[in-house]
């Protein structure tokens, strides 16, 4: 990504954004309660609960990324 992006590509990125923070606004909050949870403790059983909420928004982001994509074909594949 050493290339600046068009104008396109920026409101692309605004998009998707909004939509990847909407899909895991669960995940989010169960990260922020993990957070506040765990207390002055945030490493051990938090981290690896976090590390896996991570990896959900994650993978959230990739199906919204695709989502976009499968809706942007014209024909059949």
């Known amino acids: 990504m050493s290339q600046p992006m ?3 590509q920026e409101r692309e990125v605004q998009q998707l954004a909004r939509t990847i923070a909407e899909a895991a606004s669960q995940e989010f909050e169960q990260l922020a309660r993990t957070l506040v949870g765990c207390g002055d ?3 051990g059983q938090p981290e690896f609960a976090i590390r896996d909420i991570l990896l959900r928004v994650g993978a959230k982001a990739y199906e919204q990324h695709l989502e976009q994509k499968k809706t942007a074909t014209k024909g059949p594949a």
């Open 41 to 43: 403790a945030p490493f």
């Open 6 to 8: 068009t104008q396109e």
